[in-house]
T-cell receptor, first 117, second 113 residues
């Protein structure tokens, strides 16, 4: 069955520290998409990245980077030189091309990141 | 481009009542999905609509229903409200495809007393 596991419930760091948020997924589909979303206290989910199962290249966007490893079914997210504005809950999500049907996102439980000055 | 809008932002209802929530997608987006977020169950998929048709449905009771209009705006309805329906209801829009990126609105926080 499809599943997304974010084992880290809460992480607390001091500004400028690097932090990695872990995401492990389970799916039987060979074609799927993985996402990361950020949820600040306002509640809105903010899209960060979408990656398909055939593209294992790591991606970097400013202070954000993502490491996708199919061999370990992981899609980890690293924030370099964290800032207070990075404080939020981060969700990893899976969308299966065939088993899940249209646009069904399966979310992990989320990781609450607190960045202290 | 304006983002996804949801109305109302906050709602308080009592058990047994019904409620209707509204979502306007990003201009040009034709798919609208709904999610329920609770502290206990996390984010769960309710249903997805495209061209006024429900294409996908999550595991929720029939009290939860939705519809989509010709302008892609969507509404979801919850009848016979229960205390456990208290949640943040999030709407997301995407272009049209099977696994397009979904962009979320600010949500409607429903409290059932």
């Amino acid at each position: 069955a499809q599943k997304v596991t974010q084992a880290q419930t809460e992480i607390s760091v001091v500004e400028k520290e690097d932090v990695t948020l872990d995401c492990v997924y389970e799916t039987r589909d060979t074609t799927y998409y993985l996402f990361w979303y950020k949820q600040p206290p306002s509640g809105e989910l903010v899209f960060l990245i979408r990656r398909n199962s055939f593209d294992e290249q790591n991606e970097i966007s400013g202070r954000y980077s993502w490491n996708f490893q199919k061999s370990t079914s992981s899609f980890n997210f690293t924030i370099t030189a964290s800032q207070v504005v990075d404080s939020a809950v981060y969700f990893c999500a899976l969308s299966e091309m065939f088993s899940g049907g249209y646009n069904k996102l399966i979310f992990g439980a989320g990781t609450r990141l607190a960045v202290h000055p | 481009k304006a983002g996804v809008t949801q109305t109302p932002r906050y709602l308080i209802k009592t058990r047994g009542q019904q409620v209707t929530l509204s979502c306007s997608p990003i201009s040009g987006h034709r798919s609208v999905s709904w999610y329920q977020q609770t502290p206990g169950q996390g984010l769960q998929f309710l249903f997805e609509y495209f061209s006024e048709t429900q294409r996908n449905k999550g595991n929720f009771p029939g009290r939860f229903s939705g519809r989509q209009f010709s302008n892609s705006r969507s509404e979801m309805n919850v009848s016979t409200l229960e205390l456990g329906d208290s949640a943040l209801y999030l709407c997301a829009s995407s272009a049209a495809g099977l696994s397009d990126t979904q962009y979320f609105g600010p949500g409607t926080r429903l409290t059932v007393l």
